[in-house]
């Protein structure tokens, strides 16, 4: 960890990876049939911060992620990092999908120096980096296995070190932790939070989770049903680290009520049992 915490000083020194969403839509066309993806998105995330996108299904949060990656151009308005236009593909970043996507026929520390294969530099170079990412989550014993040896927890965690390895200013992840188990997810929100904590990326974390987000943030972005607006944008004053604790919190409670209000208010989420008693005929 002393390795990687030397780096995250100096990036916060530098100030890198500033992030501006300016005036963007998206229209996806197939043949007459339109869908507006997301309508008029306008955000600022700064250097080092942890932003978290929370919405419903099909309301365009990973179609933003797409954008400010530089891999879809958008319709309308434009992404500039540090000041320059994203104008195709952004290279200076990490990217975590929601499954790893694991070489089976390499070791675990061969799938996360693939990465800087594929940008033609030298692994062996990489190795000791790549060897203290994967002690810092965990996996410092697990570098010479291969993937269908591991959880798949342990597979995402290997995951998050190939998008580190070559030390990007920015990660992007999407859903990261949506096809694990509820006891495996949550220890992944605490590790990564111990991660972030180490290195202090500029982190967008996209997620259907409200708990999650409220966690992991520095602010919550949320979006409305498809077209995609950001309903409101949520700072997290929670003290850090958050760990399991946080979820004790008054704060924590009153914050998730705020986001779940939201919802409730655009009908994307209903009341239960106590809400529908008395509609439904008894046998």
Partial sequence: MTALRKEADVA????????????VAQVFRRGDAETRAIERIDLSIAAGEFVSVVGPSGCGKSTLMRIISGLLSPSQGRVLINGQAVKGPYTDLGIVFQQPVLLDWRSILGNVLLQVEL???NPSEYAERGKALLEAVGLGDFHDRYPYELSGGMQQRAAICRALIHDPPLL??????GALDALTREQMRVDLEELWLSTRKTVVFITH???????????VVVMSPRPGRIERVIDIDLPRPRGLEARRSLRFTAIVEEITGIFLSRGLLRRGRSALAGTIPRR
């Fill in 12 to 23: 916060a020194v530098s100030g890198t990876s500033a992030i501006h969403v300016d005036g």
């Fill in 119 to 121: 940008r033609s530099q």
């Fill in 172 to 177: 992007l992840m999407d859903e990261p932790f």
């Fill in 209 to 219: 989770s409200i708990d999650e987000a409220v966690l992991l943030s520095d602010r």
